[in-house]
Structures are given as structure tokens and as C-alpha cells.
Antibody
């Protein structure tokens, strides 16, 4: 069965960096685009970034552009999110999620069909 | 960015009730509207994609309809396990955007 397991969350001071990882199993990882989506405690969902199945295309939310970098290693079935210059408003639970269609370049009109359990990032001094 | 507006933001209902949640897009998104269910402390779960396509394993009491800018999620007979928060999401254009959520509570 499809499994996505995030790790790397924690408490970090404003301006510092953190790297999140997502380990995928139960499907052919290299066939699927992958997303990061975050959720502020008690609030709604905000899309963060997407990477195409082959890693050649990456798109970011304006709020994280230039600070966050999404990457993947198809040989290890892992997805990463490097977060630099963190701010208090980056505090959230971060989810990795699989794009529903295969061979997407990151711009397919499909839903995110599987999600990890999330990892909490708290940015605070 | 396309804005997604859900209504109501919360509702109280009883087991067996028919429940309807609305979602409106700020511009046409054709049929590229998805519905998710989220329970406390859990990840969102995809219920319906492309406005009306029920995901495998999702009970048939859930249904979706609509196109262009107006969409509806209906639960035909509310069950105890359906008490949760529901989100719509447009996937027509980047960035994908979510509605603010509808919390379904027990009356």
C-alpha cells in the first residue's frame, strides 16, 4: 500500500534553516509528481511546492519562493524540502502528498491522492 | 490566484441527516475541483476528484456535483464517522488553492 512518511520537523529560530524529508513506498515513486502542503495549527491548508516526476520542473508558492527548495531522489524514493530564512508564519504541519496522475510535470489538473501523516515545524525564538 | 470560498464554515447535524457543503471558485475551474475530509490530528483524505469522481473505497453516501464556479459536496445520510472538516481544492491552475473548510459537528 502507498505510504508517505515525513520527518525532520522541529523547533527552529527565525532566520535559521530546516530540511524536511518524505520517504515513499508502495508505488513507483519515479512516476509521480510530489507536493508539499502545509497547515497552520487550527487553520486551513496551503500548498507550498510541487516537483515533477523526473525532478525537472519545480513550482513554488509566492510566500516561499526564493527561501524553500523542493528536490527528490528517485533512486532512494525520497522527497525533500529545504527551508531557509524561516519566519514565524512558516510554523505549520507540513505534509508530503502524491499527485494523482502519472508522469505529471507538476501542472496536471489532478488531486493529491495520498498524504503523509505530517511533520510539525515551529519557528520561534 | 484562484480564490475558493466554502459555505458554511461550520454546521451541526444529526446522524442520518442529509448534508450539503458548497464551494465557489473566483473564476471558472471547469471540473477540476476536489474534496477532502480531515479528522483531528490526521492528514486530509481525498474523497472526490474532478468534481464528481468518487475515490475507491469512499462510501457511496458521498457525492459531488458542479462545474465552472459552483460545486457541492453532499452526504446523503450522515454517519458518526463523517464528523470531520471538509475542504475543497481547485487543481485547474497553479497554485492549487483550498477553501477555508467546513466543520461538520454533532448536533
Amino acid at each position: 500500500q502507498v505510504q508517505l512518511v515525513e520527518s525532520g520537523g522541529g523547533v527552529v529560530q527565525p532566520g535559521r534553516s530546516l530540511r524536511l524529508s518524505c520517504a515513499a513506498s508502495g508505488f513507483t515513486f519515479s512516476h509521480y509528481a510530489m507536493h508539499w502542503v502545509r497547515q497552520t495549527p487550527g487553520k486551513g491548508l496551503d500548498w507550498v511546492a510541487v516537483i515533477s516526476y523526473d525532478g525537472n520542473n519545480k513550482y513554488y508558492a509566492e510566500s516561499v519562493k526564493g527561501r524553500f527548495t523542493i528536490s527528490r531522489d528517485n533512486s532512494k524514493n525520497t522527497l525533500d524540502l529545504q527551508m531557509n530564512s524561516l519566519r514565524a508564519d512558516d510554523t505549520a504541519v507540513y505534509y508530503c502528498a502524491r499527485e494523482g496522475g502519472i508522469y505529471c510535470a507538476g501542472d496536471c489538473p489532478t488531486a493529491e491522492d495520498y498524504w503523509g501523516q505530517g511533520t510539525l515545524v515551529t519557528v520561534s525564538s | 490566484d484562484i480564490q475558493m470560498t466554502q459555505s458554511p464554515s461550520s454546521l451541526s447535524a444529526s446522524v442520518g441527516d442529509r448534508v450539503t457543503i458548497s464551494c465557489r471558485a473566483s473564476q471558472s475551474i471547469l471540473i477540476y475541483l476536489n474534496w477532502y475530509q480531515q479528522k483531528p490530528g490526521k492528514a486530509p483524505k481525498l474523497l472526490i476528484s474532478a468534481a464528481s469522481s468518487l475515490e475507491s473505497g469512499v462510501p457511496s453516501r458521498f457525492s459531488g456535483s458542479g462545474s465552472e464556479t459552483d460545486f457541492t459536496l453532499t452526504i446523503s445520510s450522515l454517519q458518526p464517522e463523517d464528523f470531520a472538516t471538509y475542504y475543497c481544492q481547485q487543481s485547474d491552475s497553479s497554485p492549487p488553492t483550498f477553501g477555508g473548510g467546513t466543520k461538520v459537528e454533532i448536533k
